[in-house]
Nanobody, 120 residues
Framework: VQLQASGGGLVQAGGSLRLSCAAS????????MGWYRQTPGRQRELVAT???????NYGDSVKGRFTISRDNAKNMAFLQMNNLKPEDTAVYYC???????????????WGQGTQVTVSS
């Protein structure tokens, strides 16, 4: 299973970006998908998650500004980030809970990370 994240970049404060995450490979069932972010010297923190049924969960710092969604048919998740702030600058990692085959347990996978930089 591979997760490919895209959509990061440089944006001014108040601007918007949309991140995409595509899951590929052997996928029997794709459970929750989500985004975490990390800055140097800090622990990885929750940004947002979405279940296969569409239930969402957000980190406190992004509530009201970020929206997570997914396309189950395409095994993709999206993170719409609006009103970006300099403190949103981080490497954003896509994650997904996947059962690769029916006889295997669910396992968490991580993408390679995409840099988001917000200038003031």
């Amino acid at each position: 299973v591979q997760l490919q994240a895209s959509g990061g970049g440089l944006v001014q404060a108040g601007g918007s970006l949309r991140l995409s995450c595509a899951a590929s490979g052997s996928i029997f069932r794709l459970n929750s998908m989500g985004w975490y972010r990390q800055t140097p010297g800090r622990q990885r923190e929750l940004v947002a998650t979405v279940t296969s049924g569409g239930s969402t969960n957000y980190g406190d710092s992004v509530k009201g500004r970020f929206t997570i969604s997914r396309d189950n048919a395409k095994n993709m998740a999206f993170l719409q980030m609006n009103n970006l702030k300099p403190e949103d600058t981080a490497v954003y990692y896509c994650t997904a809970g996947v059962r690769a085959y029916s006889y295997l347990r669910d396992k968490d996978y991580w993408g390679q990370g995409t840099q988001v930089t917000v200038s003031s």
